[in-house]
Each structure stands twice: as C-alpha cells, then as structure tokens.
C-alpha cells in the first residue's frame, strides 16, 4: 500500500506542478536545503528512496521542449560500503543513457557527463553524499544549449551549487 500512496501522492504533484519551492527538509529533517522561489516543484515522493524533484524554468523558446531540473534523492544506508554500491548502480545508469559521454575537467565529489534525452543534448552533474545513515544524490540537468544564455547556465549551477554547499 506504501507504493500505491507514493505513486499517487507523487502523480498528484505532477499534476498541481504550480508549487513553488522554498524551504525543503527530507529524511526526518536531516537533509535540508532551500531553493529559488522561481524553481518549481514537480515531485515528491515519501517512504526510501525519498526524492523531490524541482524543475529550473528555462525562459528561452526552447525552454518549453527542454526540462531543466535539480533533484535531491535520500536513501537509507547501513554503511560506507551500502553507499558506495548506491552511488557505483547510479552512476552505472548514467552510462547507459544515450550518448553518455563523461566531461574533462571535472572535480572529484561531482560526476559530470552529457547524454541526450529524446535526441536533445543535456549536461549532468551529480554528487554524493554519505550522511546519518543516508545516501544522498544532487542531480542537476540543463539543456547543453539555451538560447537563454550564458547567465541563465549560470544562474542553474549557481543553485545546483547552492545545494550542494548545503549538503556537505
């Protein structure tokens, strides 16, 4: 029964998509964050894994084909070694996605990669987190290219890194 209220509970905020975001506490309290008021939450999901997903608008004319998005997914772990086989599965599927290729220049706490999503280039960053028992992954994907520019791109990351400042 536990599934079935998540699907509905999450197909529920899909619906109402309009929440905006702010103040965001997961995992009992222990990963907490806060978001641009201009970010919009589009789902939720209780029990573990717990994730909240807020879609980045894009104010571009392609915005409207492209779903710029910062999701935040808590786990419940034992130990170091449960953790390290979440982030190997995770990172296991992004090199599935289509056209997965990994980016140079990358820091050590944050994997990023591009991949296409219904034949659209997007670029990835995600990081991860062992902390209370819980394995925490940041995800954040952007369109590669927007015609909304450079400070739009900048102004994503800045709140991806905002996040992640948060979580360490």
Known sequence: MSFFRNVVIAGALALIGTAHAADVSMAGGSVTFSTPDQWIGIMETQGDPEARVFQVPDPSPNGNSSLARISVTVKQVANAGEFQQYV???MSKAKALTAYQAASGGVADNFVYTAQENGTPYSYSERYWFKDGHAIQLRCVRPTQSSAGAAW?????KGCDAIAARMK
């Open 153 to 157: 791109r900048t102004s994503f990351d």
């Open 88 to 90: 190997t599965g995770a």
